[in-house]
């Protein structure tokens, strides 16, 4: 358990509204499960330029 008394092992899948950052930076916590997100959000963080800061 993790101080929100939440237990993270007991997700199945992670669904990423968006691909920025702050929506997703925390994604690695989540090692081994599904993770969704629209189509067209994986298109645009992949191949604009200006979708996220990528030092991020």
Request: aromatic content about 10%; some cysteine; overall charge negative.
């Amino acid at each position: 358990m993790n101080e929100q008394d939440f237990d993270i092992g007991s997700l199945d899948i992670v669904v990423n509204t968006h691909l920025h950052f702050d929506h997703c930076g925390g994604n690695h916590l989540f090692a081994g499960k599904p993770t969704y997100v629209q189509r067209q959000e994986l298109d645009d963080a992949r191949n604009q330029d200006d979708y996220t800061i990528p030092e991020w």
